[in-house]
């Protein structure tokens, strides 16, 4: 019988999370993260951490004593935990917009499931799991649900797209005429360029989604790791243009204004 599809969510403290994790034997990610937050931790004082996560988590429901008064979680919370030690995909989400913006990790595994992370200097974790693939592209437009703008357009072609990231970022809030100058000697036909560069000049919000295949290992080495897919949106004040990068290349391979609908049907068919 095939299960529900389900979102589980939880608030867990750092003492939580590394408790939850060492129960299901994922001691090295538990060793990880604790370096994250609290550099070096004596063992008597790991041991104080480890009561503390236990005695918050019998407290919260999210445990109970058994043999030996070894905690046990509820095998949801064990499932949402899991997927961070065990991921084969990192998803990073950003959106920069004062009001709601965020910046989420996204561990995905083909066998179970992905687990949404967005940490408060490595103490408080909120995690949200999805059980099933199919729950992904519902989540990401729900995530996304206020990017679009008012008119879509046709992919530019590739060959006239021979800007960098920095190059675009660099061209926001410039005068519009100095940036469609700079726009058309890297090949962009000068319609787009006119209107590229008239949304430029007053960006209401941008954002990312970066997906690279590693591992935890390879997560933890380094904040910086290529990716093989990028998406980069921008919103002007009329319109949302996305540009989207593969396999760590600097110039974009594809560059449109989408609309609110557009940018929906994207994110549901959304896949790592």
């Known amino acids: 019988m095939a299960q529900k599809p389900m979102l589980y969510q939880y608030k867990l403290s750092i003492e939580e999370l590394v ?30 951490l480890l009561t503390a996560g236990r005695n918050s988590l019998l407290a919260r ?4 004593l058994v043999e030996y008064d070894f905690p046990k979680v509820p095998i949801e919370l064990q499932k949402t935990v899991f997927p961070i030690s065990v991921f084969d995909t990192l998803v990073e989400l950003y959106d920069d917009r004062a009001e709601r ?17 967005q ?13 099933t693939p199919s729950l992904l592209g519902p989540f990401m437009a729900d995530l996304f649900d206020h990017v679009g703008g008012e008119v ?7 060959d006239s797209l021979n800007f960098s990231l ?3 970022q660099d061209w926001i809030g410039v005068e519009p005429k100095q940036s469609k100058t700079a726009m058309m000697k890297k090949g962009l036909p000068q319609a787009q360029a006119e209107m590229l560069a008239e949304d430029l000049v007053a960006i209401r919000g941008l954002g990312s989604i970066s997906i690279s295949p590693l591992g935890f290992d390879d997560f933890v080495k380094s904040e910086d790791y290529p990716f093989s897919r ?43």
């Open 61 to 64: 429901d999210y445990a109970k």
């Open 119 to 131: 940490n408060q200097n490595h103490v408080v974790f909120n995690l949200t799991h999805a059980n």
């Open 101 to 117: 913006g965020f910046f989420l990790q996204m561990f995905h595994h083909p066998k179970y499931g992905f687990t949404v992370q």
């Open 230 to 272: 990028m998406l980069v949106y921008m919103e002007g004040e009329n319109n949302t243009w996305t540009f989207e990068f593969e396999d760590d290349a600097e110039c974009p391979t594809s560059a449109r204004r989408v609309t609110s609908q557009d940018f929906q049907q994207i994110m549901q068919k959304f896949e790592v």
């Open 152 to 158: 879509g357009s046709e992919l530019l072609d590739r």
């Open 166 to 168: 920095k190059e675009l």
């Open 19 to 48: 408790l939850i994790l060492y129960t299901i034997n994922c001691g090295k990610t538990a060793e990880v993260l604790l370096r994250r937050a609290y550099d070096e931790i004596p063992e008597d004082q790991l041991s104080n």
